[in-house]
């Protein structure tokens, strides 16, 4: 039930939000620019967290490639 009501809700924003896209050419500056920041908002909070998932995949999923280390042994003199 509750999937239901989420889905629900999610449609509902949704269409708000394609109805605000299509009033967007008839709104005020201020309305035009504060739909903006929103929009921006929402994309940098978006790519930030692509990034932050990036990063914790490659330490996961691919370790970091340790050097062969090669064994120093001293000279002797003859």
């Not at 999937?3 to 005020?28: D, V």
């Not at 490639?65 to 042994?73: C, D, E, L, T, Y």
């Amino acid at each position: 039930m509750a999937t239901q009501n989420f889905l629900q809700e999610m449609h509902s924003m949704g269409q708000k939000f394609i109805l605000k896209l299509q009033q967007l050419p008839q709104a005020e500056p201020v309305e035009i620019i504060a739909f903006s920041v929103i929009l921006l908002f929402i994309g940098t909070v978006l790519l930030l967290l692509m990034i932050a998932c990036s990063c914790c995949c490659t330490q996961c999923c691919c370790p970091e490639q340790r050097s062969r280390k090669i064994q120093v042994q001293p000279m002797t003199v003859s």
